[in-house]
C-alpha cells in the first residue's frame, strides 16, 4: 500500500537549482529509511543520496561522490515528505529522479522496496 509521489523536476540551466518533493502514503514514515535515485536515457539507475533517522529529530545522510557538496537530502516526518535540494546544476546530472524507501538504508537498488514513479530534470547548456 505504500506509495511514493515526486514531484519538483523541470528543465534548468546549468549552475542553476531545483528541490525536489516526495510525499509517502500508505506508511508509517518514521520507520522507513528513504533515498533518491536516477536514470538518465541509456544508463542504470544509479544511487543520488539517502536519508535514515537517528531519532526522531536526527537523521544520517549518504550521497554519491558525483552529487556530494551540491545536493541536499531532508525530510519532514510530520508531513511525510522527502526532498532533495538540487544545486549547481550540471548537464549529467538530467535524469528521471526517483523517490526509494526501504527498511535498511537504499543506498543500492537492491535496497529498495519502494519506488515512486519519477520525475525529470533536464539540466541544458
Known amino acids: 500500500q505504500v506509495q511514493l509521489v515526486e514531484s519538483g523536476g523541470g528543465l534548468v540551466q546549468a549552475g542553476g537549482s531545483l528541490r525536489l518533493s516526495c510525499e509517502a502514503s500508505g506508511c508509517t514514515f518514521s520507520t522507513l529509511a528513504m533515498g533518491w535515485f536516477r536514470q538518465a536515457p541509456g544508463k542504470e539507475r544509479e544511487f543520488v543520496a539517502a536519508?535514515?533517522?537517528?531519532?526522531?529529530?536526527?537523521?544520517?545522510?549518504y550521497y554519491a561522490d558525483s552529487v556530494k557538496g551540491r545536493f541536499t537530502i531532508s525530510r519532514n516526518n510530520a508531513k511525510n515528505m522527502e526532498f532533495l535540494q538540487m544545486n549547481s546544476l550540471k548537464p549529467e546530472d538530467t535524469a528521471v529522479y526517483y523517490c526509494?524507501?526501504?527498511?535498511?538504508?537504499?543506498?543500492?537498488?537492491?535496497?529498495?522496496?519502494?519506488w515512486g514513479k519519477g520525475t525529470l530534470v533536464t539540466v541544458s547548456s
Open positions: 526509494a524507501a526501504g527498511t535498511t538504508i537504499p543506498r543500492y537498488i537492491n535496497d529498495v522496496n519502494y
Open positions: 536519508i535514515s533517522l537517528v531519532s526522531l529529530s536526527a537523521a544520517r545522510t
